[in-house]
């Protein structure tokens, strides 16, 4: 069945970076762009940006331009999001989302867990 | 940007009676429109896409209809697993791929 596992909790000061994971299985790495989507608290949902795991290429959400980092490592099937220069108000869970088809025009069919970033 | 309004904010339904949420945007999606119930700490679920498919297992109780610039979704006997947060989001018109500011289920 189709998962997307991320990686644990951090805590970071502000200033700092976060790099946070996304390992999805139970089908082809690169057939499906992943997303980010976070909601800081109290707050709904904000779309990050995608990564096509192909390619490696990338559309970022313009609040986040030149802060935020996709990235994809093929050999071990993984997505990355780094966000740096973090602010408190960056504080929030980290979701990534996976896109059911790759024309951009497509639902985010599952999800995965969450990862908590805190910044103090 | 496409921006997404969803109403009301908060939703009181008793258990059994029917739900009804609305999501507006700002331009029109056809039926670009996918649902997504949120409970807290837990990963979004796909309700809806296509403005009306039920996700795979989804119950028949919740439905979606619309298209355009108006959306509705309905849930017609609320269960107590079905108090949560519901959010619209458009994939029509994107970067960026944009999400109501959800509408809470509450008692």
């Known amino acids: 069945q189709v998962q997307l596992v991320q990686s644990g909790a951090e805590v970071k000061k502000p200033g700092a970076s976060v790099k946070v994971s996304c390992k999805p299985s139970?089908?082809?790495?690169?057939?499906?762009?992943i997303h980010w989507v976070r909601q800081a608290p109290g707050q709904g949902l904000e779309w990050m940006g995608r990564?096509?795991?192909?390619?490696?290429?990338?559309n970022y959400a313009q609040k986040f331009q030149g802060r935020v980092t996709m990235t994809r490592d093929t050999s071990i099937r993984t997505i990355y999001m780094e966000l740096s220069r973090l602010r408190s108000d960056d504080t929030a869970l980290y979701y990534c989302?996976?896109?059911?088809?790759?024309?951009?025009?497509?639902?985010?069919?599952?999800w995965g867990q969450g990862t908590l970033v805190t910044v103090s | 940007e496409v921006v997404m309004t969803q109403s009301p904010a908060t939703l009181s339904v008793s258990p059994g009676e029917r739900a009804t949420l609305s999501c507006r945007a700002s331009?029109?999606?056809?039926?670009?429109l996918a649902w997504y119930q949120h409970h807290p700490g837990q990963a979004p679920r796909l309700l809806i896409y296509?403005?009306?498919t039920r996700a795979t297992g989804i119950p028949a109780r919740f439905s979606g209809s619309g298209s355009g610039t108006e959306f509705t979704l309905t849930i017609s006997s609320l269960q107590s697993e079905d108090l949560a947060m519901y959010y619209c989001?458009?994939?029509?018109?994107?970067?960026?791929?944009?999400f109501g500011q959800g509408t809470k289920v509450e008692i």
């Open positions: 990564i096509n795991p192909n390619t490696g290429d990338t």
């Open positions: 331009q029109s999606l056809g039926t670009n």
């Open positions: 139970g089908y082809s790495f690169g057939d499906n762009y």
């Open positions: 296509g403005a009306s």
């Open positions: 989302a996976r896109e059911c088809g790759s024309s951009g025009w497509c639902h985010f069919d599952y």
């Open positions: 989001q458009q994939y029509n018109n994107w970067p960026p791929w944009t």
